[in-house]
């Protein structure tokens, strides 16, 4: 083959190379408003969104609940009463939690409610700070405001199962009816924490195990922690339960006792209910 059909073909051969590099290149835009043809590859705004959508994923989904329960004290400390009742409703928006409940019993009331908000959220953890509150009528003899500001933090997963760990400073101040015209006032300062342990089972069924130094309705100085259970069945929008809860005293120190406990059944709504994305 001779030197000019040679060159001939080498130059054809570049020349369909460019041809379809430059088709390549024109096709990527949007040929109806003529955007991207003399442009290089643009990544297409579908694909943005659904990595934007990604990113903004995350299983603390919104959901509230409101639940009414019944239970008994078995009297084996010094709680003034037997039979309790209790309501309580949450509400939860990924970012912020809130928890507002009363219980009820013979010569004793408390009111609590409990605020969180969660600046760090992502897919399977979140952080935050808030402030928790209690009122204490406890019988005739006195009443306690007790308040524990306190950071928190909690990990999800998609299967249903979830961890949430918390540590508060207790500032606890008393009144004693009998001393309150002289003394309003009695200050305790303290520490709380705890870890509560929540499982989605198969057959709408729930495990909720917490280990704390203080309870939604009984707020303690440390030494006397609690170990919490409650088991739910869900129908639909109602779950119904049976919780219990152990109390000691000193448990890590030759001193140590057992409290008292309490038992519980329970009714819960749940509305306002998005499903967790997995």
């Not at 959901?63 to 037997?82: D, H, K």
């Not at 069924?205 to 704390?212: E, P, S």
């Not at 929008?237 to 406990?261: C, E, K, M, T």
Request: with cysteine; aromatic share 18%.
């Amino acid at each position: 083959m001779s030197m000019e059909k040679k060159f001939f073909l080498l130059a054809a051969f570049f020349i369909l190379v460019q041809i379809n590099i430059f088709s390549q290149e024109s096709g990527n835009g949007d040929t109806e408003s003529g955007e991207g043809i003399f442009y290089p590859i643009k990544i297409e705004p579908e694909t943005q969104g659904t990595d934007a959508e990604k990113k903004k994923e995350t299983l603390f989904v919104r959901s509230s609940s409101a639940r009414l329960g019944i239970g008994f004290n078995t009297g084996t400390g010094f709680e003034p009463y037997r039979a309790f009742g209790q309501a309580w409703f949450s509400m939860d928006a990924g970012i912020w939690s809130l928890d507002v409940g009363a219980k009820a019993s013979y010569l004793s009331f408390d009111f609590s409610t409990d605020m969180i908000f969660w600046p760090l959220c992502f897919t399977h953890v979140r952080a935050g700070v808030g402030m928790m509150y209690n009122i204490n009528l406890y019988g005739n003899m006195g009443l306690n405001n007790n308040f524990l500001p306190g950071l928190y933090f909690q990990y999800r997963t998609g299967g249903g199962f979830s961890v949430k760990a918390f540590v508060n400073y207790l500032c606890k101040l008393r009144t004693v009816y009998s001393i309150a015209d002289t003394q309003p006032f009695l200050q305790n300062n303290s520490l709380g924490a705890g870890l509560a342990f929540s499982f989605s089972l198969p057959g709408n069924f729930d495990i909720n195990l917490t280990v704390a130094t203080y309870e939604m309705f009984r707020v303690m100085v440390v030494g006397t922690p609690s170990v919490s259970l409650d088991v739910g069945y869900r129908i639909k929008n109602w779950q119904f339960g049976l919780g219990a809860v152990a109390r000691f005293i000193d448990p890590f120190i030759l001193s140590a006792h057992f409290y008292d406990a309490e038992f519980n059944g329970w009714v819960r709504y749940i509305f306002n209910h998005e499903e967790r994305k997995k």
